[in-house]
């Protein structure tokens, strides 16, 4: 008899879990930006919108928390994948640690994209040219705070912003993480061993089409320091409880931690919840309706 109960739990619970975990390749999402610190805030400014194109979009100082934020990208938030940029009163610098890589900006081209940096007294620390072994033609440049931007030269670019590099020490942990918690897809797998890497891209979208999550692990290396640059990336959710129930279920398999439980931010109203990935690496969903009329 008992046997028995316990089996019509089971076979009651088990087709509402496998429901669940297919929400988020239904869900609505899309990236919505990327948020990290910088020591300027109107230098960052004056350098994204010089140098690389970008527009101020909006701007928020909190003096009763001491900071300032700005957000800025190549086109309106509802339909680009935008940088937040948060200045914390009195803090000049920040540690970016060895684990971010780069963010990547699309032009059509390339050396004129560089010039223009150079012109503006910008830090060019690879030029254009071929990728190892192949044709894509890039080139790295650094932004006064000392983060890492690529330049990605394509015949066509929708949103110029495309693409967030994060290295992680389990590479199938991480793909397994985001395939399943977040609805991301595997777009494309690089191995590169004369450079020692393996690099997946992953999103929702076509890799030349959408912003996309470049994930990298280095032969061997299991850790990486974060430092306390670089924050999170948010990502539109139409349901975030159903969403955090997600993640909460495959945290339990493959590791990771609940930073914030799903609900409205006091004040704002706007639905998030946030969570770490395995690798300590954070990522907020934003309910979709919530954040649009945040931008009204």
Known sequence: M????????FQNQTPNMADLLQW???DNRRMLHVVYRVGDLDRTIKFYTECFGMKLLRHRDIPDEKYANAFLGFGPEESHFVVELTYNYGVTSYEIGDGFGHFAIATQDIYKSVELVRAKGGNITREPGPVQGG???????????????????????????????????????????????LGMKVLRKVDKPESKYTAVMLGYGEEHETTVLELTN?????????????????????DVYKSAEVVSQVIQEVGGKIT?????IPGLNTKITSFLDPDGWKTVLVDNVDFLEELK
């Open 2 to 9: 008992v046997f028995d109960c316990l089996w019509l739990v």
């Open 135 to 181: 044709t894509t033609v890039i080139a790295f440049v650094k932004d006064p705070d000392g983060y890492t931007f690529g330049f990605i030269q394509r015949p066509t670019v929708h949103d110029p912003f495309c693409q967030v590099m994060l290295r992680v020490g389990d590479l199938e942990r991480s793909i397994k993480f985001y395939e399943k918690a």
């Open 24 to 26: 988020p390749k239904k």
């Open 218 to 238: 280095n032969y061997g290396v299991t850790e990486y320091s974060k430092g306390n640059a670089y924050a999170q990336i948010a990502i539109g959710t139409d």
């Open 260 to 264: 914030r439980q799903p609900g409205p």
